[in-house]
């Protein structure tokens, strides 16, 4: 008579074991691999948003200069002061911690002076930005911005605020300027807070 040779209960339960822990493995390592993926997406975004607004410092910062205005002055355009271009109305504070509004109004920018909280979630509730779209009907433009006004539906997450400090250990003190950007995140209870800092020199137009 011919025998038969077939695997055991114990051998046949080694094997699933082996494959389940198999297939853990893998799902662990597909679950890391987002993690990691969706947290580099994060930084990569709170990076640009702290780019964003010290670009926006310098680039005032060197309008004004080829105006002949004060470095820090913010002008508000209108047709009733278009040929005036010596008019501001306000100036960036060093030693303030700002809020900007982008496109609020006839304003290109809009700054709020604000006070840090010592509770992260009120600073992230206080400095949140929103994603903002604006349209040209007749010339089929969208625009996309982020800005800090409630915008239904378009909560970015992010949160950020600006800080510009004077430089005390020059000579010159009023002339150094030190950008702080700062982007706050949450995900889950996992908080984050990227600061991006920059110097800037406060060169003003020579009469």
């Not at 198999?22 to 780019?51: C, E, H, M, P």
């Not at 002339?175 to 003003?204: A, D, P, Q």
């Amino acid at each position: 008579m011919k025998k038969f040779k077939a695997f055991t209960l114990v051998e046949t339960l080694i094997v699933i074991v082996v494959f389940c822990i198999g297939i853990l493995a893998v799902l662990q390592w597909l679950s890391q691999t987002l993690r990691n993926k969706d947290y580099a997406n994060t930084q990569i975004k709170a990076a640009f948003f702290a780019r964003e607004w010290i670009e926006l410092v310098f680039n005032l910062r060197d309008a004004n200069y080829h105006k002949e205005l004060p470095w820090n002055c913010i002008f508000q355009w209108s047709e009733s002061l278009k040929d005036d271009w010596n008019w501001c109305t306000e100036n960036l504070v060093p030693g303030t911690i700002l809020k900007i509004w982008m496109w609020s109004g006839e304003n290109y920018i809009d700054v709020k002076t604000s006070e840090l909280s010592d509770n992260f979630e009120q600073n992230l509730s206080w400095f949140q930005i929103y994603l903002h779209t604006w349209s040209f009907v007749d010339w089929v433009t969208t625009w996309y911005y982020y800005n800090h006004e409630f915008s239904e539906n378009n909560d970015t997450g992010f949160a950020r605020y600006l800080i510009i400090k004077w430089i005390n250990w020059v000579d010159d003190n009023d002339k150094l300027l030190k950008i702080e950007s700062h982007v706050l995140y949450k995900r889950g209870y996992l908080t984050w807070e990227k600061i991006m800092e920059t110097f800037i020199w406060n060169y003003e137009f020579n009469q």
